[in-house]
């Protein structure tokens, strides 16, 4: 079903405990999992509630990324009051100069804001991992498995789910073992918030890992939701590689890996969820996903592609369905 707006019954009293009472409490945004976001108003002030209802989302990791994150000097949002029995967590209101509505407004500072997304990345790799989960083999070829698990019935395909996973075993080899940065996993311009001392803030980053450095670069460079112009896509991996290693036939497996992914969850999100609004992005993201394939690091899954999953079933596919 879709994200209802509604405020749920224990957040009045969770805010007069947390010295809030009687706020507004406005609705902010869902997402695509089973959290919501509400905008806190009192007296002048404004904080952020999240609602993640604990019998779908566990919020420990939230909170301990966003530990680890202000520990090692970035703007994740401070923790104003949590009841994780509730699932309600008061958060730090980070305002609405979100990356991409700020460059739909100025398209002239796309390039800009995109290089400070740049920089933040490096700072980020220079530091500890910290206590992080894994981002090994076995989460790589869970997310993979996403695609022939929901992209291929929605389509009426059936593919060779085995073959599948072999060719992404050994185009993923080559980096799986590498744990090296802290990987926050969704960072993308619907996630990054411009703030008033020109820093930016983080959000729902909850998933992060401990992984290669390369996949938060596909995140923010092959963004699902916006287009991202291959000259801006290449300006800015050559803004990351003049202050660290970076390897182009890594990026490239982790775009295909991600962008698979990506077409599964959505497609998820569509027929498990009710969230059709998802399905809009699905040819952009096969767009992606296809030039990806195209680098030799990727030829057994291109292989894979051509055998198992015809032209008229990727991206034109999604174009005659509801948005």
């Not at 509400?38 to 779908?56: K, N, Q, S, Y």
């Not at 291929?152 to 060779?160: M, Q």
């Not at 990026?251 to 998802?278: E, M, S």
């Amino acid at each position: 079903m879709a994200t209802q707006m509604i405020p749920p019954a224990a957040a009045p009293a969770f805010l007069a405990a947390a010295g809030w009472p009687d706020a507004d409490i406005v609705p902010l945004a869902g997402d695509a999992s089973f959290r919501r976001y509400f905008r806190i108003r009192r007296d002048g002030r404004t904080a952020v509630l999240m609602d993640a209802p604990p019998e779908h989302e566990d919020s420990r990791p939230f909170l301990k990324v966003a530990r680890h994150l202000s520990d090692i000097g970035f703007r994740a949002p401070r923790v104003l009051a949590e009841d994780l029995g509730a699932g309600l967590i008061l958060l730090e209101d980070f305002g609405d100069a979100r990356m991409k509505e700020v460059i739909e407004g100025r398209p002239a500072a796309e390039a800009e804001i995109y290089a400070q997304a740049i920089d933040l990345l490096v700072d980020l790799h220079a530091a500890a991992a910290g206590d992080l989960p894994s981002y090994d083999m076995a989460v790589y070829q869970r997310e993979a498995g996403l695609f022939p698990e929901w992209y291929a019935p929605a389509v009426g395909l059936a593919v060779d789910t085995p073959s599948y996973e072999q060719a992404w075993a050994a185009v993923l080899a080559p980096i799986a073992d590498d744990r090296s940065v802290s990987v926050l996993r969704d960072y993308h311009a619907e996630n990054i918030m411009l703030l008033g001392d020109a820093t930016l803030g983080l959000l729902d980053f909850q998933d992060a890992l401990a992984g290669h450095p390369g996949y938060d670069l596909v995140s923010l460079l092959q963004d699902a939701r916006r287009d991202v112009a291959p000259e801006l896509e290449a300006a800015m991996i050559n803004r990351y590689a003049a202050r660290r290693p970076f390897d182009m036939a890594a990026y490239a497996v982790l775009g295909a890996q991600r962008n698979a992914k990506i077409l599964g969850i959505f497609t998820r999100l569509w027929k498990r969820d009710g969230k059709p609004r998802y399905l809009r992005f699905q040819p952009r993201v096969w767009a992606y996903l296809e030039r990806d394939l195209a680098h030799p690091a990727l030829a057994p899954v291109a292989a894979w592609f051509d055998r198992n999953i015809p032209v008229a079933a990727r991206a034109a596919a999604w174009e005659k369905l509801p948005a």
